[in-house]
């Protein structure tokens, strides 16, 4: 996964500083987010906070609390043992390990730590480089699938008849957890198969794909701008840049070779989720087929 976990002890955060202090340092275009855990994380933090604040600065507390919840944290389905959050937390930790740890009494360094105010630059410091089989591409994309609802998927060369970039499409499904998620993918027409190959592979696709996935499928043509030469993912959440695409090689050893994926910045996911947003009529290229459904 690229994005790096950090668990902060609820008590930790005092103050509308406190808060700050974190929200400056988290978030999906950065590359590190807060854990929810547990799950009653935002509450208690909240009951701390009206207990030290009120007025005009609990109101902009808890302003603030309510965007950190909705942009800069994720709920992996970690268990949470009854008890203290140090004894659940060192638990969770002992099954899978958390990037960093934050609780006043922790002091064994660089994973347990005292203090948010003692996390320095290297403990944000993430992995940008992955192996380019399935698997691996999928779980860079890991903190952004979990409790999506809709997720977008750009690459010019993606095809519908290679088995290589089904593979890492089916790997990047089977990570989105919510109930019901839309999968939506833009192809460049340009070099592709007949549409009616393209069709039958999509159809036979869909006999392997989660129950909880619809896929919509674009072929898009830019008319030579190069607008659609970029490749990337993004969420309501966030999004990555992914330099070489989503095709696992069929050459063993090329999948191995390492790729750059990257977090979006604020301003990219922005201008992305507008250019491929669904709902409206597209600026930077036309859709050359009627789109292609699951779900029809």
Request: proline residues 4%; negative net charge; charged residues 25%.
């Amino acid at each position: 996964m690229l994005h790096l976990e950090f668990a902060v002890a609820p008590t930790e955060i005092k103050s509308l500083t406190d808060l700050a202090l974190l929200d400056a340092r988290l978030g999906f275009d950065r590359g590190a987010v807060l854990s929810s855990f547990p799950k009653a994380w935002f509450r208690d933090v909240s009951d701390q906070l009206r207990r030290t604040h009120n007025g005009t600065s609990l109101d902009r507390a808890t302003e603030r609390l309510n965007s950190f919840k909705n942009n800069k944290t994720v709920s992996f389905t970690r268990a949470y043992q009854k008890g203290s959050w140090i004894n659940a937390a060192i638990v969770s930790h002992g099954n899978v390990p958390f990037h960093r740890l934050v609780e006043q009494s922790f002091t064994q360094l660089p994973t347990f730590v005292s203090s948010i105010t003692e996390l320095e630059d290297p403990d944000f410091n993430y992995n940008s480089q992955f192996p380019r089989d399935a698997l691996s591409l999928a779980k860079a994309a890991t903190a952004l699938l979990l409790g999506a609802e809709k997720v977008t998927i750009y690459d010019p060369y993606i095809c519908a008849t290679k088995a290589g970039y089904l593979k890492t499409l089916i790997e990047l499904m089977k990570l989105c957890n919510k109930g019901e998620v839309e999968f939506h993918v833009f192809s460049e027409e340009d070099g592709k198969p007949a549409w009616d190959r393209t069709e039958q592979a999509l159809v036979e696709f869909k006999a392997t794909m989660p129950e909880n996935i619809k896929l919509y499928w674009y072929c898009a043509d830019d008319e030579h701008s190069g607008f659609l030469h970029s490749r990337g993912l993004f969420t309501a959440k966030g999004g990555l840049i992914y330099d070489r695409g989503f095709i696992e090689p069929a050459d063993r050893d090329q999948r191995q070779e390492l790729t750059d994926i990257i977090p979006m910045s604020i301003t990219l996911l922005q201008a992305k989720a507008k250019s491929y947003n669904t709902s409206l009529q597209y600026e930077d290229f036309k859709l050359v087929r009627d789109v292609w459904s699951s779900h029809p």
